[in-house]
């Protein structure tokens, strides 16, 4: 059975940084996309970073490029984002999901399974 947990979210002051995982069960990340989405107050949820471990590629969203890192540890079938130089836009709740079997992307229609999601929020 397919699982995500997502842990590591919290309160932190602009600029600061949070490293959010995704632990998976019931699968290994080689050949899966891992995606991570976040939805904000009053917005339409919205691709962040996407990596799949075999072959390793990563993907980002313009909005975190050169801020946000993702990355895979297949022995503990666990995906980081480590978020830096946080700004109050990035408050939202985040989501990890797969999309088994396939490339990487930020295509949310597409991924089959996802965690429950959680609270990041950025504000002084």
């Known amino acids: 059975q397919v699982q995500l947990v997502e842990s590591g979210g919290g309160l932190v002051q602009p600029g600061g940084s949070l490293t959010l995982s995704c632990t998976a069960s019931?699968?290994?990340?080689?050949?899966?996309?891992i995606g991570w989405f976040r939805q904000a107050p009053g917005k339409e949820r919205e691709g962040v970073s996407c990596?799949?471990?075999?072959?390793?590629?990563?993907v980002y969203a313009d909005s975190v490029k050169g801020r946000f890192t993702i990355t895979g540890d297949n022995a503990k079938t666990t995906v980081y984002l480590q978020m830096n130089n946080l700004k109050p836009e990035d408050t939202a709740v985040y989501y990890c999901?797969?999309?088994?079997?396939?490339?990487?992307?930020?295509?949310?229609?597409?991924?089959?399974?996802w965690g429950e999601g959680i609270q990041v929020t950025v504000s002084s």
């Open positions: 999901a797969t999309d088994p079997w396939s490339y990487c992307h930020l295509l949310e229609d597409e991924y089959d399974y």
């Open positions: 019931g699968f290994t990340l080689d050949y899966y996309a």
């Open positions: 990596i799949r471990t075999n072959p390793n590629s990563t």
